[in-house]
């Protein structure tokens, strides 16, 4: 079964608010860096000989704005909507900014951060996405949605978003997020690395089967910008609490807050 999408005047109104922030910023491929080699390879490395244990990294490339173009982008675009203009750019401690956009429920919010991703890939160049999500159940409803999706968006923009769940006892896909320079997202719930047990701690862990590296710094490295789903639920009302403080360490280019 095929599904076809009817594309709605305010969805493409609440993408555009968001590309808009970033008028001026001009459109930059991903930032490649030699990425860190497993443990095992480090004795060739001062043999001289470890050219080839290095793979590439991909990053999403700095934003170029300074704060002050984009407070007024972000005016533009709250005049635009009619919502009251702020003093300053809010950084909330997770990137350059961090933006609400708030929406009905029901009127198509994943389809919209979805097509917000496609856009910020079209426009600027950046790849790198972590959708952040406050339970499992959601979870598995973005990743559905990222499937079904999927054919509607490739014959919009041309080419597929490859997208996998954070699973700490399956690594390989970070690997793969980090070293894709094309499209890339990774899914994951707050649980995932905010709670107390073994497997939500091995994210922050320097690990022997990851070649003793620590998969949130793999992570980070990619300046990965953040999509927080329902972001009442994931950040709560603490400006300093557990999850807050966890999101900090993927080193977000900037974050979205989607909240219906």
Not at 241 to 254: I, S, Y
Request: include cysteine; hydrophobic fraction near 40%; aromatic fraction near 10%.
């Amino acid at each position: 079964m095929k599904f076809k999408f009817t594309i709605q005047p305010y969805q493409t109104e609440a993408v555009e608010s968001v590309t808009g922030v970033f008028a001026g910023q001009g459109f930059a491929s991903p930032l490649s860096y030699r990425r860190d080699v497993p443990q095992a390879a480090q004795t060739s490395l001062f043999d001289g000989e470890a050219g080839d244990d290095f793979t590439m990294g991909f990053a999403n490339a700095l934003v170029e704005l300074d704060a002050g173009q984009m407070l007024t982008n972000i005016n533009r675009v709250q005049s635009r909507n009619n919502i009251h203009l702020s003093q300053s750019v809010v950084t909330g401690g997770l990137g350059r900014c961090s933006l609400d956009v708030e929406m009905e429920t029901g009127t198509g919010k994943t389809y919209v951060y979805i097509k917000t991703m496609f856009e910020l890939n079209k426009q600027y160049g950046w790849t790198k996405f972590i959708i952040v999500v406050p339970s499992v159940a959601i979870r598995e409803g973005v990743i559905k949605s990222l499937e079904t999706m999927a054919d509607h968006f490739a014959e919009e923009y041309g080419e597929r978003m490859q997208h996998f769940v954070y699973d700490s006892s399956r690594l390989t896909g970070i690997d793969q997020f980090a070293s894709d320079s094309k499209l890339h997202v990774m899914v994951i719930n707050t649980q995932a690395f905010n709670a107390t047990g073994a497997a939500a701690r091995r994210i922050g862990m320097q690990l022997e089967e990851f070649g003793w590296r620590r998969p949130i710094d793999v992570i980070g490295e990619t300046r990965p910008i953040l999509i927080i789903d329902e972001p009442q639920s994931v950040l709560g009302a603490d400006k300093k609490n557990k999850t807050r403080q966890g999101l900090q360490q993927f080193n977000p280019l900037f974050t979205l807050l989607y909240s219906a």
